[in-house]
């Protein structure tokens, strides 16, 4: 199919949105990935305190992020990556949860990415047990991969959208949501309290 997007997937340290570790991003354009980027984020202050249940999930610690960027830092990168796609995440509550904690708490414009939720999708496409992500990505055919790891999460949520849309034959996200009965959302900003 020829569709076009990009999908994101983000690991946090603690249960706090604001809290981003590690960013998977992969760009499909004509229902293939043609582009994979990964790194690490090193949280804000306020935010910092790696968590074990976390790090024993994803495997990203304290000392790994040191030298890393912080959020403010590479949103630029992440902006770039994205350019004008609409954004696709497994769970993308979660995930745009993530940015507009960040760019709160870091006090940064929040981008008005467009976005669908891949859970929704396959809720509309696949009769299966769960929709978490491993059953997902195994019903539209993308098996062994590392789960929580931002950048392979980021490859299964792609399989899922590429898959939905060649089951519903629909040239792009746009078309694919209205097909079946979802909506492409817009990220929108925390609210500010005055």
């Not at 790994?64 to 769970?91: K, Y």
């Not at 059953?135 to 898959?163: R, W």
Request: charge should be negative; aromatic fraction near 8%.
């Amino acid at each position: 199919m020829p569709i076009d997007f990009t999908a994101i997937d983000f690991e946090t340290a603690n249960s706090s949105s604001a809290s981003a570790c590690q960013v998977g991003l992969v760009r499909v354009r004509d229902g293939v990935v043609v582009e994979r980027e990964d790194w690490l984020i090193r949280p804000p202050e306020q935010h910092a305190t790696f968590e074990p249940f976390n790090v024993h999930l994803h495997g990203v610690s304290e000392e790994m992020t040191r030298g890393a960027e912080r959020w403010e830092e590479q949103l630029p990168r992440l902006l770039n990556f994205v350019g004008s796609d609409v954004v696709v995440a497994h769970n993308a509550g979660f995930d745009m949860g993530v940015i507009r904690a960040s760019c709160s708490v870091t006090v940064q414009p929040t981008p008005k990415f467009k976005y669908l939720c891949s859970v929704q999708v396959s809720r509309k496409t696949y009769e299966i047990p769960s929709h978490s992500l491993p059953f997902a990505a195994a019903e539209a055919g993308f098996t062994e991969f590392q789960h929580h790891n931002a950048l392979a999460d980021a490859e299964a949520c792609a399989a899922i959208i590429v898959d939905a849309a060649a089951r519903a034959e629909a040239p792009d996200v746009t078309t694919l949501a209205k097909t079946l009965g979802l909506k492409v959302a817009t990220l929108k900003a925390i609210p500010l309290k005055l």
